[in-house]
């Protein structure tokens, strides 16, 4: 299915305000690594939103989406101040992990091995 405008604006605002507060509560650093909002999903009627989060070098990504969970309430509510005349309603939040760096990395992996001759 298409992504209407209203969606695309919407997720764009969410991202860029997502990405600020995650640098304000610190959670876009952890454990040595990176932490950031890769992209956003909103559905049609706009109280739904699909946050992917990318990581880059953080070794336990259980752990940190866990602590995202865990803060999830206070992430929505400086989301809230920050969109409330934006929006009617608040979209629900919903975190995935974004792998595809961790793919990214697994295919230049692949095609230095072919490369070298290690196939």
């Not at 956003?40 to 989060?53: F, G, H, M, Q, S």
């Not at 953080?58 to 602590?67: G, N, V």
């Not at 509510?77 to 608040?90: P, T, W, Y």
């Amino acid at each position: 299915m298409i992504e209407g405008k209203r969606q695309k604006q919407v997720a764009s605002v969410l991202q860029a305000d997502l990405n600020e507060i995650f640098t304000k509560l610190a959670l876009n650093m952890m454990g040595g690594g990176m932490v950031s909002i890769a992209s956003v999903k909103v559905t049609p009627d706009l109280l739904e939103a699909r946050i992917y989060i990318s990581m880059f070098q953080i070794a336990d990504k259980d752990l940190a989406m866990k602590k995202i969970e865990d803060r999830a309430w206070e992430v929505k509510k400086l989301l809230a101040d920050k969109i409330k005349g934006q929006v009617r309603r608040i979209p629900v939040i919903h975190y995935f992990l974004d792998d595809t760096l961790d793919q990214v990395f697994k295919m230049e992996e692949v095609f230095k091995n072919l490369a070298e001759g290690k196939v």
